[in-house]
């Protein structure tokens, strides 16, 4: 016990050694003189590990936190991997948001790629991961980084790495670039100069707004009056300037999240989804009456919708919009292949199949879906939204934003509501009603606990409903390469569905529902609903049974 508590303070005092960041090596140096070798074995119990979502974690001293010593040990690792690829000199654009630490986590991966003999280009101040992801392939680099941890708590940042093609990194990049970041053995040998990269001016916003002008249809309405919250993230600017552009209504704000903070001071996760994080958007609603509340996440990549309801406001789904957007266009003509992850509503499926347009399943992520040939659109049920893939080849929460005020605009001139049009869609196509059921952990051994327990005593029955197929993902299929992740089917005309899996982003296991209800008219629609969650109400039970949860 003596030996090992010297080692790990051995391997502290090491690390303490090269931390070039006065601010966690003063953390790192009171752990060490309190003997804290408790927090101390936390923090040096492995090292963040880098795969196909990059790095997310706590800020914090220690390899297991995010801090200037991992991103710059990181930053090697993509250098060295770029290089080994055949690009050296090539440029890599970097972006960052708001977050604590994210403009220092920006400028050492620029100087880590100008020591190492590439070009680096850092855009010119907080701003949205789809700015980013359009930077790349405008300005013809090979890689880029975007430094955010999107919707996770305050406490936590992260490393987003995209390649040329614009898209995220997946295998076998991932475990290569991981292989490299390895082989880094200390500080002193990544060169880190002061200066030699590119600040870019406010022109690569301006091309990515005036990329926005291809959502949308030139002659169409533009009447819609919306409530925005950018959730204490980096969307405010860009989509108050992308509405203005297109001739829509200015957004009324919700002034307590209009601007950046890495506090988030009014809400507990500055997620749309989460409980509680819209309130201050409905009361604003309330107040100035508008036809649609937006949200983005931090990072505005995502994008969420809220619709009257009742005297009040509901929160769409992220299957309601991702169909309402398909139907739009749809609508406006468009060709090519829809695609979805497995995740995510299968009324994509229906919508395309009608249209006579290609339809692919992905799991999930955009580092897959957006590799979809022929991609026109993909979207996944936790917000995120593709409109444009050549443009922006990952979820992009501003261009989602334009194209739902569109189709808002257009149904109010028919004196109509996104309401409306989802009701034709469960008319035309069935009733899909989707939930889900999550589960935010402390300890990550309850997420593999839950699943092995699912592994070893499968479900044979959910809601009354027989399991009648049952795969496990992890496996791979004719279709899907392997993930973490289990998929039933249950008998009967609902065509009920679930799937279980690891969040592969925040601390939780995530279980998707879905039910079909026929629907032969619109009067049919309110018990059709209330079926639909009666079942998948009872499947949650069930499910959390099985899982021991």
């Not at 925040?506 to 009666?534: F, I, N």
Request: proline share 6%.
């Amino acid at each position: 016990m003596e030996q090992a508590q010297d080692d790990l303070l051995t391997r502290a005092r090491t690390w303490l050694a090269e931390d070039p960041d006065e601010e966690t090596a003063a953390e790192l140096r009171a752990l060490i003189d309190a003997g804290d070798t408790a927090e101390l074995a936390d923090r040096f119990s492995g090292t963040l590990q880098f795969g196909t979502a990059g790095l997310r974690g706590e800020l914090g001293a220690g390899p297991m936190r995010m801090n200037r010593s991992v991103v710059i040990r990181a930053a090697a690792g993509l250098a060295a991997y770029l290089k080994a690829q055949g690009h050296e000199g090539g440029l890599v654009v970097v972006g960052y948001d708001a977050r604590y630490k994210s403009a220092d986590f920006a400028r050492d991966t620029a100087a880590v790629m100008t020591g190492a003999g590439l070009r680096a280009a850092v855009l010119p101040r907080p701003l949205p991961t789809p700015v980013l992801a359009y930077a790349i392939r405008h300005l013809g680099a090979v890689a880029g980084v975007e430094v955010t941890a999107s919707h996770n708590p305050p406490r936590d940042n992260g490393y987003k790495v995209y390649l040329g093609d614009g898209s995220q990194i997946v295998s076998p990049a991932d475990a290569q670039i991981a292989a490299e970041i390895d082989a880094i053995s200390t500080l002193a040998s990544v060169p880190r100069p002061s200066d030699g990269w590119l600040q870019l001016d406010e022109e690569v916003l301006e091309a990515y707004l005036a990329r926005t002008d291809a959502v949308l249809t030139p002659t169409s309405p533009r009447g819609v009056r919306t409530v925005y919250t950018a959730m204490h993230g980096v969307g405010k600017d860009v989509v108050m300037a992308a509405f203005a552009r297109h001739g829509f209504p200015e957004p009324v704000l919700v002034a307590e999240q209009a601007e950046p903070d890495p506090a988030f001071p009014t809400v507990a996760f500055p997620n749309p989804e989460e409980p509680g994080a819209m309130d201050l958007a409905f009361a604003k609603a309330a107040e100035v009456r508008p036809d649609i509340v937006i949200a983005n996440d931090p990072d505005a990549d995502r994008c969420a919708v809220a619709v009257p309801d009742n005297g009040g406001w509901r929160m769409l789904r992220g299957d309601e919009v991702g169909a309402l957007l398909a139907a739009h266009l749809v609508h406006k003509g468009a060709q090519g292949v829809f695609a979805e992850s497995i995740v995510s509503s299968s009324l994509l499926g229906r919508i395309a199949e009608a249209a006579n347009l290609g339809y692919e399943e992905t799991l999930t992520g955009f580092k897959w879906i957006s590799r979809v040939e022929g991609l026109r659109y993909g979207y996944e049920e936790a917000l995120g939204y593709c409109v444009d893939p050549e443009g922006v080849r990952d979820k992009d929460g501003i261009t989602a934003a334009l194209l739902v005020a569109e189709l808002a605009s257009v149904l109010k001139e028919q004196g109509r509501t996104l309401t409306d049009l989802l009701d034709d869609l469960a008319m035309a196509h069935g009733l899909h009603h989707t939930d889900q059921l999550s589960v935010r952990v402390e300890d990550l051994s309850v997420i593999a606990n839950a699943m092995a327990r699912l592994r070893a005593e499968p479900p044979t029955a959910l809601a009354g409903l027989r399991v009648v197929s049952a795969e496990d993902l992890s496996q791979g299929t004719d279709k899907l390469p392997p993930t973490d992740g289990l998929r039933y089917y249950l008998e009967g005309d609902y065509k009920a569905r679930v799937i279980c899996r690891p969040s592969g982003t925040e601390p939780k296991l995530k279980c998707y529902l879905e039910v079909v209800v026929p629907v032969a008219e619109a009067s049919d629609l309110t018990s059709a609903r209330a079926r639909g969650q009666e079942i998948l109400d009872t499947v949650k039970k069930d499910l959390a049974a099985a899982m021991g949860l």
